[in-house]
């Protein structure tokens, strides 16, 4: 689209269907912070093991990682919207369940069930989510719609683990549970008003079996420079980060003797960090480069991880934490976003679809490695490590073609292969 036709577009926000979809997904979005904080509090709870956090999260992340395998293919051969509805509509279903069974006793079992199948369903929420973007605007408008989308999902955010803390302290996390269960329902009606873009499909493309259309989309992954890099290093972040929730909440109960309240006001005014981080990303990327965007985001969540578990008080704690969601956000929306502009419409999906389930592959080791180290070892020594880690991800990324990658997708950029011309890329 030329400069003159986009400046006569009407802004983003006055724009009816994208409009519908980010309240939607806002409003979910607060409903599953609930879930973010109750979880991990309902097992202490019943446990008092972060061993036992560290294994729920990691039997819920690979079971992520092999729906992630195959959500890809159902993305790219299924209308998107549909797939979304029945994935939130299946979460709202197990997630209630929770709070039921959690009448007669902690059944942590349950857990263990519910939680793997909501995950599942969930990655393919996401593959779908971010297909979706591509599907309602214009793809000069891409990194703008993620930055407001990650930035509305964050403020809503906010709010959320501040009264999921309430509601854990006051009626116990199974409650908060049964909120986020709710909050299903808004997302899944709010889905059902809008329509998507038609997904552009080259002509001669033949449908494959699953799993030669999954690798399909793990090729077009490997053959891009930058991509190939990005999933690496974060193949690597991801391990070194996957169970810092539990960690976090942990060392806020355990060592800072916080209360469930406590955690709450903690993750809800860190997740001021992602509001921020996507408001900048859009301007940082456009005058830094992805590169040096990319790197610089994940050196300092680097020092903030190293920091959270030196910290001895709940408002550093919380400030360090900030900082790392900033970041975190800032990093996350850059690699999405190229992923969308220069991935052709009908692979999006199997492309998402293989960024994520590689990178993923190594958190469910990562968390139990890091929540069990927190137990033998302590926070302290187990967040000093990770952020080393972190810090050490940023200095490999100099080595690679993320460095030289520009602010914007070009044509004739090395690594980068543009989006078909003339397609509907919204």
């Not at 300092?300 to 709940?314: N, S």
């Amino acid at each position: 689209m030329n400069r003159s036709a986009a400046a006569g577009r009407a802004p983003l926000w006055r724009d009816r269907t994208f409009g519908t979809y980010w309240v939607a997904q806002s409003l979910s979005a607060a409903g599953d912070s609930f879930a973010y904080l109750a979880v991990p509090l309902l097992v202490l709870q019943a446990t008092g093991s972060v061993a036992q956090m560290g294994l729920l999260t990691a039997v819920a992340g690979a079971a992520s990682v092999v729906a992630g395998i195959f959500g890809g293919v159902l993305v790219d051969r299924y209308d998107r919207r549909t797939l979304m509805i029945v994935a939130d509509l299946t979460r709202l279903v197990l997630y209630a369940v929770v709070p039921l069974a959690w009448l007669a006793g902690p059944q942590v079992w349950l857990l263990f069930v519910v939680l793997p199948i909501c995950e599942a369903a969930g990655m393919l929420f996401q593959v779908a989510a971010v297909t979706a973007v591509r599907n309602l605007v214009d793809s000069d408008r891409i990194t703008e719609a993620n930055g407001r989308l990650q930035a509305t999902y964050a403020s809503a955010a906010v709010l959320g683990p501040l009264l999921a803390g309430v509601v854990a302290a006051r009626f116990g996390p199974a409650t908060a549970i049964a909120v986020n269960a709710a909050s299903f329902a808004l997302s899944a009606a709010g889905l059902w008003l809008i329509r998507l873009r038609p997904v552009q499909v080259d002509e001669g493309v033949a449908r494959q079996r699953p799993l030669a259309e999954f690798l399909a989309g793990a090729r077009f992954l490997w053959g891009q420079p930058v991509l190939r890099a990005l999933t690496v290093l974060l193949s690597v972040f991801i391990f070194l980060t996957y169970g810092f929730v539990d960690v976090l909440i942990y060392h806020v109960t355990h060592d800072l003797g916080g209360s469930e309240g406590t955690v709450g006001t903690v993750l809800g005014l860190a997740a001021l960090g992602t509001v921020a981080g996507a408001l900048l990303v859009a301007p940082l990327r456009r005058r830094r480069g992805f590169g040096a965007t990319w790197i610089g985001a994940h050196a300092i969540c680097g020092f903030a991880v190293a920091g959270v578990g030196l910290a001895t008080t709940v408002p550093a704690v919380t400030t360090l934490t900030a900082v790392y969601l900033c970041c975190i956000s800032v990093g996350g929306i850059c690699s999405m976003s190229l992923r969308q502009e220069i991935t052709p419409d009908h692979l999006l999906g199997r492309v998402t679809s293989a960024f994520w389930s590689t990178h993923y592959a190594l958190g469910p080791a990562g968390a139990v490695v890091l929540t069990w180290a927190a137990g033998r070892y302590g926070a302290p020594a187990v967040t000093l490590a990770a952020g080393a880690g972190c810090l050490l991800v940023a200095v490999g990324a100099f080595f690679t073609p993320i460095r030289r990658a520009g602010a914007e997708p070009a044509a004739g950029q090395p690594g980068l292969r543009p989006a078909p011309a003339g397609g509907t890329v919204g």
